[in-house]
């Protein structure tokens, strides 16, 4: 079994080949035919030679028979018969008269007994036996002459020819295995050059040409062909090559970040603008997940849009509509980032794609608007907008905790004679002394604001009324010291008018019309503060 | 005593049998005869007009040249003929009969190598002869028997 294997083995690798092929191909087709053509040679030599033999014997033993005359005597046919057995072929000689005399050569005296042959080789004795009827001057025969001519020689002339035929067809064999054998080696190194070409040629290396030198017809057709084919991958190559740098260096040049991943989020491809938003390098990024360029905040929802993407197949990531999330530098900065991302299919497989922009700045204008459109330009305390923004939210806090809740409104007495006399600059410059003062008295959770000109509004949550009392009491004393404005001392007052809630109402107007009304009781009857709907004794504080 | 399993009796016949079949002991006597139509007229020939008729050579006998018919049904009464009556190869023979055909003219003779055929042609052509076994040419109907060519022993 295992010398089975083994030549088994031996078989598949000869005939693996095309020179193994051609080699064991021309074997099979002379193991079969040379013995047919051999054998059909062999036997019109065996032919020719016996025909040659048996016709030379034919037509001289006549002539030998014409030797023999009636009237000699013995002693002369016993001579005659001498002189036919030294002929050299003749190897038997005899002959016997018409009354049965048998005169015999006096060289010779076979026993042996005579049957004449017809047929080359008959009888097996290497003797060709033949009779030939003696006539006399009037043609009556008067005597049988029988002759035995020697086959050996023919034999050996037939085995000589064997033996040379044998060896000549053997040179033949061999002969003609090894020129089949260079035959195919030369043909196949044609076509080994043109593999080890296309091995190159597949492994990237286009520029290398198929210089094979053949006579060969179709291999040298094959090797036309196959180089119009490299010329053609080679351009082709080429102008893939050009498309992607030139859509390299779009995509390099974009002030956008440009950033794939495959359906797992991880990084395939990042460009130049996206390497300076995060601060990575390509290849620090590159094979890890987009996670990582992603702040804690937002990575909550990526991680679900992900999720969702992948159970769902559905891309709700992507859309025209860009997202804002969270995006977070090598350095470990968290800052703003639009992201707009859309899903392509590349051989089979879902590419995602997103464009990047660092929105930091705009964030930060959009803030400023915001901040703008909120507060005081001049004091940088909330305007009457957020202030009543604020306000709601205080009393939608109060209403659900069950707490109490203060609103005061101030004015400044004698704020337009510091104008009138000092000028605006002074008058802006009091009020944002007074802006920062009542920032002082105040919590962090209350909140100060400047609703107009020189009137404030403090909101107070969770005060009730003996609390907004002593904030309101401390402010007084707080506006009642000098300010230092550009080394002028001016001194002012207010005037503070508080409500409560949900005492003296529970929304935002019907409060602040309590707090604006006490606040000009306040004002009239020259105390500091009033409290809406109170005893006028309570508010004794005078100004 | 047994011999490769083979009693005395049986190895003395095995050695007659072998005795009986070699080369010594079996030659069959046998004649050649040239042999015509039953219908053809009285023929007589001597051995150099039967080599000269059946050598392609013309030969008239009662005003009627006589065809001569090759019998080579079989190798052995071919090769007795060709030497005891023409004295050459076949090859020699076949080539000499062509090649006079082709310097002198007329046809070379016919050879036949089916018995039926032969014996067809035989009988319906009263100038035709042809040569046969002694014994074949006694067991055919419609024929006579000219000649004896030759008679000897053959093995």
């Known amino acids: 079994m295992v010398w089975k294997n083994k030549i088994t083995a031996v078989c598949n690798s000869i005939c693996g080949t095309l020179t193994g092929r051609l080699v064991a191909g021309m074997v099979i087709i002379h193991l079969l035919l040379l013995p047919l053509l051999v054998g059909a040679v062999f036997y019109l030599v065996k032919e020719g030679y016996e025909t040659q033999f048996i016709e030379h014997l034919r037509s001289t033993s006549p002539l030998y028979a014409q030797m023999i005359r009636a009237e000699d005597e013995e002693p002369v046919l016993v001579a005659s018969l001498d002189e036919i057995l030294l002929s050299g072929q003749v190897t038997f000689v005899e002959l016997e008269t018409l009354d049965n005399r048998l005169i015999r050569s006096s060289l010779e005296n076979s026993e042996e007994a005579f049957n004449e042959d017809f047929f080359f080789g008959q009888n097996g004795d290497q003797t060709y036996n033949i009779e030939v009827l003696v006539q006399d001057a009037d043609g009556d025969p008067f005597a049988t002459l029988r002759l035995g001519y020697s086959e050996q020689m023919t034999l050996r002339h037939i085995e000589r020819t064997y033996w040379n035929g044998i060896v000549i067809s053997a040179g033949y064999f061999i002969l003609s295995t090894l020129f089949v054998v260079i035959i195919s080696i030369i043909l196949t190194r044609s076509i080994r050059q043109i593999g080890e070409t296309s091995q190159a040629i597949a492994q990237g290396e286009l520029e290398q040409t198929f210089a094979v030198q053949t006579n060969i017809g179709e291999v040298s057709q094959l090797v036309d062909n196959l180089e119009r084919m490299r010329m053609t991958l080679l351009q082709d190559r080429q102008e893939i090559h050009d498309r992607e740098v030139r859509i390299q260096a779009i995509v390099d040049n974009m002030a956008e970040g440009v950033i794939s991943t495959d359906e797992h989020g991880v990084v395939e491809s990042i460009n130049q603008a996206a390497e300076q938003i995060f601060g990575y390098r390509s290849d620090e990024i590159i094979g890890n997940n987009i996670a990582m360029l992603i702040s804690e905040s937002s990575r909550v929802n990526y991680d679900e849009y992900v999720r969702d993407y992948l159970c769902s197949g559905i891309a709700k990531i992507t859309c025209l509509d860009a997202l804002e999330v969270m995006g977070r530098r090598k350095d470990g900065q968290n800052f703003p980032l639009e992201v707009a991302v859309s899903e392509l299919t590349l051989g089979g497989r879902r590419v995602l794609s997103g464009i990047l922009r660092d929105i930091t700045e705009q964030a930060a204008q959009k803030a400023q608007l915001e901040h703008q459109a909120t507060h005081d330009g001049l004091t940088c305390l909330p305007n009457r907008t957020l202030c009543l923004d604020r306000l709601q939210q205080m009393l939608a806090r109060s209403q659900r905790d069950q707490l109490n809740s203060a609103l ?66 401390n402010i007084l004393d707080i506006i009642r010291k000098p300010f230092n404005i550009m080394g002028q001392s001016l001194k002012i007052g207010t005037s503070i008018g508080i409500a409560l809630y949900p005492q003296h109402g529970e929304d935002e107007s019907c409060l602040m019309r309590h707090a604006d009304e006490a606040m000009y009781k306040a004002k009239r009857q020259h105390l500091g503060y009033y409290l809406s709907g109170s005893d006028e004794k309570l508010n004794n504080k005078s100004v | 005593m047994s011999i490769l399993g083979l009693h005395k009796p049986s190895w003395l016949l095995l050695i007659v049998l072998w005795l009986l079949t070699s080369s010594t002991a079996f030659a069959d006597t046998r004649s050649l005869v040239l042999v015509t139509s039953e219908t053809s007229p009285a023929l007589e020939l001597s051995g150099k007009e039967i ?46 009969l062509v090649v006079r055909a082709f310097r002198l003219g007329g046809r070379r003779p016919e050879k036949y190598d089916n018995q039926v055929t032969l014996l067809r042609n035989l009988r319906e052509n009263p100038n035709a002869v042809t040569f046969m076994w002694q ?3 006694q067991r055919q109907a419609k024929i006579k028997i000219v000649t004896e060519l030759w008679s000897g022993k053959i093995k």
């Open chain 1, 408 to 473: 005061m409104m101030l004015d400044l007495n004698l704020f337009k004679n510091v104008n009138d006399t000092y000028g605006h600059h002074y008058g802006d410059a009091l009020l944002k002394a007074v802006a920062e003062r009542l920032q002082t008295v105040t919590r962090g959770s209350d909140t100060v604001a400047r609703i107009g000109g020189d009137e404030f509004v403090i909101l107070l949550p969770g005060q009730n009324d003996e609390g907004a009392i002593s904030v309101a009491e």
């Open chain 2, 51 to 96: 080599r000269w008729l059946f050598m392609g050579l013309p030969v008239v006998k009662a005003g009627q040249r006589i065809e001569p018919l090759i019998n080579a049904t079989t190798p052995l009464v071919y090769e007795v003929f060709l030497q005891k009556v023409i004295y050459m190869s076949a090859q020699n023979y076949e080539r000499r």
């Open chain 2, 135 to 137: 014994d074949d040419a």
